[in-house]
């Protein structure tokens, strides 16, 4: 994948061709923002929740305060919208005989998580039984036993979904993985600290009527982008199906997980993940930027990037510009990425298959 370079410059004019123009203006001018290509995503996600398709997940992570939420939180006025925090497996499962069930109120909706820290915080039990059904529900229903005269309970439910959380999540990302991976991960990027924090303060006294305004800005442009969508489905073009294709069998390989046990001994051979959840995922977006207007390679290689885990990505991107690398570097994740067919091992070293690295032609800035 030969992919431009894309310069802050480049990226700024290209805010100023696209249909997020007047929500980009609206939002810095009340707040910090550096990261374009990952606004941009994020609103392409709340964008492609009227385009037809699989369900869409999207896991949104970076430092606490880093201005991720506020985007979130416009967006959850929409009426297409719903927020869910707190989830418990009983939740889910919709055994209470009293009340709304979960998956009723949040079905056909854009659901909204602006923090993750209520699941990750349960015992492990429980954030294990959780990440199970999610992968239940990711396929479309659910079907909860209660041993009760009640029986069971049968349950469709389809619903799109950003999740905000911090890079903590990463420590339960194997167990996770090794139940299905089911989402897209953007890595949110912050701007300064201490222009942020400055900020935070200029607007404490009416922060109420700026969140308002970017809502209001949020909600015309969703509304704006679903009419257009109703009048003239978006269509991808052959290349860019393409591109799709092969970003998303790339994201799928590169995240994989090996399962190893306290001994770091490899529990059973790995079977790669196959990228047909991305690929619809992914078209759905580029879908949405292409009514906005934006760039969409940049962006499906900016979450192709943000999906693979840190440390794996960055043996990548060392393999990619040098021959061989030594394997005291990271031997167990090189031997992982070697078992999984990523890599190989000659002499002293691994290096990257040579297939695999013809397809790799990606600028460093993207990872």
Known sequence: MNEPQTSNQSVAEKVNESRLSTLFDTYKRNFELSDLIGFAIIVAVAVAHSIPGEMLWLRDYG?????????LRAIATHPDCTEMENITPAAIRGGLDTGHRLLERINGKLVITKDLAAILTTRRETRNEIFGLLRSLKDGSLTSDFGTEEGYLYQEVKFDWIIATTPVFAQYRQMEDLLGARYIDLNWEAPSREQMTARALENNPDLPNIREQV??????????????????????????KELIIDWADLTAL??????????????????????????????????????????????????CRDSIPYNRRQLLLKLMEEDSIASNISQFELDDMKLLGICEKGG????????????????????
């Open 254 to 303: 590169f995240r994989s997980p090996v399962a190893r046990d306290k001994y770091h001994k490899v529990r059973f051979n790995p079977e790669p993940e196959v990228g047909t959840d991305l690929a619809q995922g992914f078209q759905r977006i580029a879908k949405a930027l292409k009514i906005l207007n934006w760039n969409v390679a940049a962006c499906i290689a900016r979450l």
């Open 63 to 71: 430092a606490s305060r880093s201005g991720k939420t506020e985007l």
């Open 215 to 240: 809502a209001k800005a949020v909600r015309r442009l969703i509304d704006r982008c679903k009419d257009m969508q109703e009048a003239y489905p978006a269509e991808l073009t052959a290349s860019e």
């Open 348 to 367: 002293e070293g691994y290096s990257l298959k040579p297939e695999l690295k013809q397809r790799l032609f990606i600028p460093s800035s993207y990872w």
